[in-house]
């Protein structure tokens, strides 16, 4: 409830229009929707512009088609994140318009006619990416920031070991309003595309590496500490949250 | 040197008026300017659109001082963080016009009639934070938005075990195009305000707290797992770095 | 043995209804039954008010069922936790009055009259848990707390990234003599409950998560740094112990 | 706010006795106090039963004064935890009926005829601390429970390489509604104290020990892993949170 | 080559009866044997007074059985552990004489006049255990001891909580030359036994628990940390090594 | 692009013989190869000595087969590092000249006239190897270092705790160029061996052991902390690193 | 309060020379001793054989005099550890005997005739450390296994890095009935060490190092996965520890 | 002993040149110096190539001083690291021909007409580092590799994110024979100078870095990932050891 409908409420129970039980039971109720395994957030797209997220880690492919149904006929858009092949495969039998994104383990649904559930942002997210490894991460930001709306587009296999390859693109490094950059091993990509450019900057950590990689703190605990100012870090292999994030930063807004 | 520089050097160097070794040395060259103890880089203030700033810490006041002359002479604008109070005595005394910052242990320098290096953002940077030892990094990040360009505002002292004092601020943290929250402790407070607001965040994780709290781990790992999309993180107590990434997500640009 | 017990022994000593040597075997003997692959201690039902409870993890179907005959017929009430699908249906098939809780993987034998072993709490202990994942071991505790006695019950899926949702539900917080608060990802739900009521809630972190969760660690430090009083922590995926703990402090005691 | 006042506010509005837009305002507005260093929480008292706690660390002896002066007057009952020397010293000057706890680091204010801000515990609190080392750790716990009403002893020193020691104290520990168990080293104790009582026992490891204890971390996992049930834990060397759970416990509720 | 040796050795030299070539030779080679997947070191059984054991973790039965051949036939007497259900079934059917300890995966090969390598300790190693899950480890430090000469026992399931189980067994404790204390969880009971004795004592944390217990390291670090003198810890699991250390401890020897 | 090329370049802008938007793209273009699944810099034969070389590790046999067959064409030889059983058996099928090495887990295509890509070493590269469990790792530092055209041998089996084993050896530790010491369990090889040669020494932990080794951490560690002066670690199981680090050492330079 | 004398206890009460309630009071009393700031454990000696030591660290210089001065009463003998400059000064006023240790940071006082307060031990402890670093430790473990009855010696300054020094004393490390092994840095000497002998052998992890040490964490580590057998180990740092035991396994026994 | 003079001792021997006895001892004996804090191992030169260097830390300046005075009469040069103003002070005023390197903490010793003990290296060491605060590491390298004879220069404050200040130097990068990377916050230098060159490259950490930098664990484990081949480790902040290393590989050799 927004603070605009809570003085309207107020101006009714003042009129007479709502008893004041009705009012305060209004302002305390939420409007969610229960299923037998999980309770939906449908005001979650008024209050942050986007319709819950699906999980997929730990949901059985009918659960995942039971959320994304009713998701799909509130909101007309869902997004299934970390979704396995059982669950891709039930939901692209359940929903003929399913979009399937097999290395980023990922489903969108959207009507025909709709573009995304707001006005796109106004630039570019531009996905970077050290390893072939790390791609699946990436892709997942990709279809991400794409499903809510921006553009959004993906450099991939430019690990700074072969400066030459990520010089080559920097031009479009420049031209793009967020950058994502996903690394694992080392994590240096981020500080030397950081130093590139005047752009926020979301640096994501990937578990690629083996031994005192320590499944993704090693590039992780780079990133925190990068010499490039204007960086910031997700979770290690979040590339949802990348993607989320710059599409926010992206996207054309009030101000 | 940027592409257009790039492409103008090379039409000269084809027209005879810059020779092949001129050009390939200044292809190669850095605009730096070496002290006794560092190196400037001049050109950075071209690449990411503000000059070094002076990381203060392990810096005698001499040091300190000498640097920030060089860069005020270039560029007519300082940020110094990390100064402690022999230093920020030091500015003040060698640059009438120093702004002291005491708490956030940051000083600022710039010329009069100048607003900062560049534009401003269009909206409004909202730095928040949990509770009062936080304040020193929560005001590091307002001085460094501000000294960018940015429009930008504090609240402060509004911890996730008292809900109404943060909720009372709901309408403020609405209206921000970007947010800083800034928490010890549990880290709590991003993913409070995260689900409020669809706004990009930054969380930054500060090391008050003590014994499991391992001087800022505890919310730097809470903040990295946080329920709510859209937030990234900086460094634990790194104030500066989110001031800097909110002013780039907030300032006007070209896209 | 209690004191009381250790003084009459000595009173029969000394009237000379006891021998020396019979006394001072029985002061050490316990009232132990060793199984070929376990001792059971029976005597801790009279020292602790709950007879051992079986710990289903890493033991064999038969032996689970052996163990639960014994203690079924010595004390009328068992509770299994941590039993995997094959434990459960061995324990269906050898009891047909077992209660079966799949999601919270527990398993309760009860005599028919019975309430349970003791007179149950005055008041109500309710198990409060941030997101779907967590609930099995919220269920865990939910179980646990009313074979032992107490009236409890369970609100889910109320994380703090929709506030509102637990917001809707803070009489029934209120209400309570104790509250169990199960959380993963970054473990803020306790924080927020705890500044809400001013009851004892015991703090739950479970290892859903991924990345720099580190299977629970996260939480886990994050609950241990609540900033809200009044909150104690367990171990991760430790729905047992909080159930157990809740409900000692529920209970009518003789003080 | 209460649920109970808000529906009276409601009415008020409705009656017209209050304008909507003044009802609007009050919902949101907290009774916060802002001295120029801190945000007084008045409310807290109201919706946790006890006002706010000074957490002297980090503060100034003149902050603390200026903050327990407010409190005093508004609540007639302050407890001041970590305080310093010169922190104790001040507050010993300001208040002349101030208690100071030395080892604790904690000074207590009182009006005379006030036994504390409500009524206390039906039953006890009974501390119980292994090494010398552990004493004011344990002596925080105790401080801080009796401050708000409950009855509180202690026995010291009872570590479990002396059993004979503990043992001798058997009747004690069963004779407490609740337990506090404060350790260092190994942090066996809780352990050992948990297996002889039926009664809630918050677990407290301190930083006492060198090398491989990692400042508390050791004794922090063993207590988490605890074998007997009902022990829940606090972070390290916080014997306030300790201490203040206990007596959450302990006091004559509404249930 | 034992200093003995080398002296007799020299005085051959100068005697003629070798000449210095052989001599440099004979000094330098270790008298050692290459099977293709292993360098047996016999060399062994004369310095450390036990040949080789065999650590049958990550290796074929074939290549178990191919070892233990040339050991025995040298030997005597072979001990194999940590050998999966394929090699223990293998090494049966080789050798029908074999001793096979199920639960604690290992093997013992002896020539049947032999009472083992050596002559045994004149006193006692008791092996004491915390819970049923620890018992494979305690197993594995009891067959190491025998089998390399010492009288051994068992004491089981004997956890802190229930400290009349473990105080039943005092006079037992006392008695022995040296005790073996296993447990995982939490680790207490090396302190709590090793305030009841004055005898070394050997503690073993396992990686029975879950969650904060990280795979054994809690028990691991309480051990460590133990408030009771004369207690030495064993890697994680370790039974083997425990019971070694146990036996070095216990034979008589030429002091 | 190396300097001479690009003066070369800027000559022929000058004489007009390249234009210079063409002369700008070539500076910025790399000669990297797409494939579907990754893209392969063939430019880094001529920067770093050697053609990239395949991590098999996540890659299907196919893909390894794809990218195997284009860097065979183009530079002649190809090492490819953790291939598993099947990706070695479809190596071997599709290359008849493959030399596969199962135990390393690494395959070798050349072509038969050449020796390597480059002038083998002037020395020795030799591999010093602690357990049989480490001889995997250690082959793989060897084939490195071979197919890049070192001489390289093998000492296996010569733990520390059988000296002579390892002193038996000395003489041809001593003609080395440069050792790779590959250890697991406490890592302590490096720093013996390091004390018998005046060579660099370039360590290797191994994730060989258990507990509280932490998958290689307690030797990596340690061979961090070496008391031994020149040595160097890789990172956990990386025999291919340090084979790759050796032969640099050891190899003919323009030095 | 051993076995005979519970007997004896309880026929005094069946022949009516003890009531049943003095019985009961004494079964349970401990001989313990409260001064204001500790409580001594008088029984200790009897039960472990050595009364209680002076752990001097946290305690001031009076506290330490008047611990000492009771224990020295008592039992003629006084160990204090961890005592620094201060402390030795006013137990060197307070007892002329005094025998203080600078380096070991250990006093010892003892009635002149006396031997120690047990028969000594029938071998030697042989104290072994790695560098003049290593030397407080060591020297702590000499003085204590000393103090306790133990022939004990040091050989010091022998690192794996030059291993003649080492194997020049190798009949010297054969003799001794118990060895200590002291070392900082990669902590290899006990693996190295015990490979020569076959007795039992304590090692030391110290605190000597630094960067990737973690302050005794890297040879702690290495230490527990030596590949010796035979080798246990203590805290970092804990000489004391180390002395102690050696000293239980040097003794003559009762066994 | 190296093994030519064994043999050559044995001849003697047989030739009755040497006695059996005298040859045992002498075989067992090392010509090492005992101080009363230190005991120098002169063979060390030999053996090694360098006499043993002085690590200042946690020793008194007069100690220093005595040690330099053994250590340069017998091998005419001598280094000494970590050693802190005192002791360098105290070094100049025993030592007028001592070089002091204040920064690096460094002081050298030669006799005049040497060059070093050995012959220098055919190449060059390049010391590279990123920031100011990583100089007193650098330098310490610099100065390490110099002493022993090997021609080293430095680059400074090239970090990653001002890429055009590294590249400026990529010819000089490729000219040296072996490179020195030293790096602190995200430690990601050394993987980009990895990949412009074909040369063995030592990586070295420094703890200069905040927060989740952990002194020095980021770039440490960065390091140890880094996604270029060739590069090797050593411990946090030590330059010695890179210094050292780098000489060894640069030095002209028997091979």
Redesign the interface.
Known sequence: ?R?AD??AL??D??R?NVT??A??KR????P?ERLE???L?H??AL???FPE?IFG??KTPAQIVAIARRLFERHGVVLATRVDDAGRAALAAAFPQAELHGRARCVVLRRRASRGPRAGG???VLVVC????DLPVAEEALVTARVMGSRAELI??????????L??H??RLR????LVVVAG????LP??V?????????AV?T????????????????????????????????G???G??AH??NRR?R?
């Open positions: 409830m603070p809570l003085r107020l101006r129970v003042k007479g004041a039980a009012a305060a302002i305390g109720a939420a969610v395994f999980a309770t957030d005001q979650r209050r942050t512009g997220v880690q730990g106004a630039g570019q050290a390893g072939t490894a991939a296999d430019v690990g700074v070991a072969g400066l030459h390859r010089l080559a920097r031009e031209g793009a309003r967020v091993l080392e994590g240096a500080s030397v950081g130093g590139l450019v005047d752009r926020p900057l979301i950590p578990s690629v590496g083996y031994g005192a990689h320590f499944e993704g703190l090693a590039p992780l605990l780079a990133m925190l500490n990068s010499c490039a100012a204007g960086v910031t870090v997700v979770n290690i292999d979040n949802f949250g990348a989320y994030a926010l930063i807004g101000s």
